[in-house]
């Protein structure tokens, strides 16, 4: 969640984000591939970092993508923000403007590059964010934008399509999001990985798609976690191992990760 802390107090009610928690944080990682959601590229609140290069970076994870899904400021409501796909979009922001999106890294050779936008939900609907003292407090926010970014990885096991996204936080649109989703994906004749913030908890994955899932981790919220919102699928001949979920320096939820295989 754009680097938050959510160890310190905060200040002027809002959370603290701090680069040198952002740094921690990669330091810990020991991964392949990173998906990484609610990414601020030179927004004021973020000290005008560009989030995406500062992970890879400091994950050691050179070949990575970052697709904003919306240029402006989320915290400014809908009128003060812009989705991308309304838009002509320059990638390489020469600009600096503010933006905030996902990212997808791999230390792992990409061949190609993809992309889906999802349509948002034309509402407006309360959602709990850390308050003062560690209690959640509701505020009303206007769906945002989303996407799913997609890469053909040449890994060890071969060319596979890791694809990653942030679904909606509404009932029901978060549905269709996952849906279109996965249809979009089913055109890759690739094995696929396919993870991120689902927005939606184990049981919906389940009766929404065949793809194997991770087993039930609680991911969220990051104290006392009680459901699992954050999920890391597959389909072909990949199956998940080691899975655990990690409380990390920064973030709202814990860290999903995993072990990719093939079925022996």
Same mark, same amino acid.
């Given at each position: ?28 990682? *020991? ?46 409501? =809908? ?55 560690? =209690? ?44 279109? *989703? ?9 094995? =696929? ?51 655990? *979920? ?19």
């Amino acid at each position: 969640m754009h680097g938050i802390n959510l160890t310190e107090p905060p200040t002027n009610g809002m959370p603290v984000i701090q680069s040198a928690d952002l740094k921690t944080g990669c330091e810990q990682l *020991a991964v392949d591939v990173l998906a990484v959601q609610e990414i601020d590229q030179y927004q004021q609140r973020s000290h005008q970092l560009d989030q995406a290069e500062f992970i890879s970076t400091h994950t050691k994870l050179p070949n990575y993508r970052f697709i904003p899904t919306l240029l402006g400021n989320p915290d400014e409501g =809908k009128k003060n923000w812009q989705a991308t796909s309304e838009a002509d979009v320059d990638l390489a922001n020469t600009n600096k403007s503010a933006r905030y999106g996902i990212a997808l890294f791999t230390r792992y050779p990409v061949r190609r590059w993809h992309q889906l936008d999802l349509v948002g939900a034309k509402v407006t609907t309360p959602i709990a964010i850390p308050g003062e003292n560690g =209690k959640p407090k509701l505020i009303w926010i206007s769906d945002e934008p989303r996407a799913v970014l997609a890469a053909e990885v040449e890994t060890e096991l071969g060319l596979v399509l890791i694809a990653t996204t942030h679904l909606s936080f509404v009932p029901g649109r978060n549905i269709r999001q996952l849906r279109t *989703a996965l249809s979009w994906l089913s055109q890759f004749d690739l094995p =696929k990985v396919f993870l991120g913030d689902l927005n939606l908890p184990a049981r919906f994955i389940q009766a929404l798609t065949s793809w194997q899932r991770t087993p039930v981790i609680p991911t969220f919220p990051i104290t006392k976690p009680k459901v699992q919102f954050d999920h890391i699928l597959t389909s072909g001949d990949l199956i998940t191992t080691e899975v655990q *979920a990690t409380k990390m320096p920064v973030g709202d939820h814990l860290m999903l990760s995993a072990s990719i295989n093939r079925i022996k």
